[in-house]
């Protein structure tokens, strides 16, 4: 399977902006898509995090397009309409997101897979053409994916969600890594 990694700058992202502007970030997965008077609706869970997460909340709370389901301690399920998604309007069945959308300063991360190589090299070229939209090719290659990481995500203890956290705000998972493990025993 190819897998890529992109970084995208969108100006319409209501919730990735807010966390170009608050030390806040947000890591979303797709719960359920439906349809409700005809018209579609997505569903996502979203683990928030950083200092400014409430203020996070709060713009998920108070903004018209979402509808908040409920919050337990960092975990927000809410939902909004389906033509309203950006992933929705930009994979074809072709590319599929692998893991959590990621959204911290300004900016979303995804992680996406295809069989075919071409596929994410299309998906990269229609987001390049977009108004509004950049978008940066961290990383193309042939690799196996763990469809179960959420699972193992969950029964993680509390610390140790923690501390994967706080590795990923301090930029050991990033491409390339701002922080070595040493660097973060220190911190």
Same mark, same amino acid.
């Given at each position: 399977?190819?897998v ?8 319409s /992202?209501?919730? +990735?902006?807010?966390? =170009? ?6 890591? #979303? ?6 349809? $409700? ?7 996502k ?7 400014d997460k409430?203020k996070l909340f ?21 939902e909004h309409q389906?033509?309203?998604t ?12 692998? /893991?959590?959308? +990621?959204?911290e300063? =300004?900016?979303?991360?995804w992680?996406?897979? #295809?069989?075919?190589?071409?596929n994410i090299? $299309?998906?990269v ?6 108004k ?5 090719l ?29 590795a990923?705000e ?6 390339p890594?701002k ?9």
């Amino acid at each position: 399977m190819w897998v890529a990694r992109l970084k995208i700058w969108r100006e319409s /992202g209501v919730i +990735v902006k807010a966390t =170009g502007r608050l030390r806040a970030f947000g890591y #979303s997965y797709y719960m359920n898509t439906f349809k $409700r008077g005809g018209k579609g609706y997505v569903t996502k869970v979203m683990y928030i995090g950083g200092p400014d997460k409430e203020k996070l909340f709060d713009v998920m709370r108070r903004h018209k397009k979402l509808t908040v389901h409920q919050r337990e301690g960092d975990q927000v399920v809410y939902e909004h309409q389906a033509l309203d998604t950006f992933h929705a309007q930009m994979l074809d069945g072709t590319v599929f997101i692998v /893991g959590p959308v +990621v959204g911290e300063r =300004g900016v979303e991360h995804w992680t996406v897979a #295809s069989w075919k190589k071409r596929n994410i090299q $299309r998906l990269v070229r229609k987001l390049s053409k977009i108004k509004g939209v950049r978008v940066q090719l961290q990383g193309l290659k042939r690799d196996n994916i763990d469809f179960f990481l959420p699972t193992a995500f969950a029964k993680l203890s509390r610390k140790e969600r923690e501390a994967l956290m706080e590795a990923v705000e301090k930029g050991y998972y990033d491409f390339p890594r701002k922080r070595n493990l040493e660097q973060l025993a220190k911190d």
